[in-house]
């Protein structure tokens, strides 16, 4: 089974696609993850990325497909979760074409829809666990009182430096012009799904398991 989560930053698609990977024999494949560990180990592209991804810009298709295409053929998984990726029409057109050489399908895009303002506030506020990639919030799920990460218990945790008010408008004008076409892409061919990623967490977790068991 494969998944798109399709959403703005801040809609909680990496915290959905850890549940899924916890739930299920899936593996996230997040090209945002990705690049930030690019940018940590020091690569040619790490280095490359690093003033776009801090504006809150996209990075090129090719970087992106090719980041994609390296981990699906060498990844080995019941399915993957597709995560802030395809963010562009012509990324779309690469992941259908990657998928049809593999003869697989894509089971199900689902978008999780969320307030602008909602966003902001999500996105200022939030953490992550630097080993595990747990994420919390300062004000929806606050850091344990015990300095430990609930997941993992590692005591460090990283604030993304695009996580700011400047680039958080950069990067929600990006969804808007570039990334939600794909919601009447996806809808056309009939695999578009949406959820209220208002809702608490579990309500999200528990809806998106409703779409996968009757795909
Ligand atoms: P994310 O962790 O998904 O919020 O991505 C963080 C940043 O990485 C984005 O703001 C972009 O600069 C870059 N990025 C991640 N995925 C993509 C993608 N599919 N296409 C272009 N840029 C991406």
Redesign the pocket.
């Known amino acids: 089974m494969n998944i798109i989560l399709l959403g703005p930053?801040g809609a909680g698609?990496?915290t959905q696609a850890r549940r899924l990977v916890d739930a299920r024999n899936m593996v996230q494949l997040?090209?945002?993850?990705m690049?930030?560990a690019a940018q940590s180990s020091g690569t040619e592209i790490g280095k490359k990325?690093a003033g776009?991804?801090a504006r809150?810009?996209?990075?090129?298709?090719e970087i992106?497909i090719g980041l994609i295409e390296e981990q699906f053929s060498t990844v080995k998984a019941d399915g993957f979760i597709f995560?802030?990726?395809?963010?562009?029409l012509a990324?779309a057109d690469a992941l259908g074409h990657l998928l049809a050489r593999a003869g697989q399908k894509l089971d199900a895009v689902i978008e999780m829809k969320v307030d602008d303002e909602a966003l902001v506030a999500r996105v200022t506020g939030r953490s992550t666990c630097a080993n595990c990639g747990e994420v919390y919030h300062d004000v929806t799920k606050p850091q344990p009182a015990d300095g430990k990460c609930s997941n993992c218990g590692s005591t460090e945790f990283t604030h993304r430096p695009?996580d700011n008010e400047e680039s958080f408008r950069t990067?929600l004008l990006?969804y808007y012009r570039d990334t939600s076409p794909l919601i009447g892409y996806y809808y056309a061919k009939g695999q578009h799904v949406a959820v209220d990623g208002m809702a608490e967490i579990d309500a999200v977790a528990a809806a998106i398991r409703d779409i996968l068991d009757k795909s």
Not at 30 to 33: A, I, P, V
Not at 56 to 61: I, K, M, N, Q, S
């Open positions: 930053p698609k990496g997040s090209t945002g993850d690049l930030r990325v776009v991804m809150g810009e996209l990075v090129t298709d992106v995560d802030g990726f395809p963010r562009t990324q695009d990067r990006a």
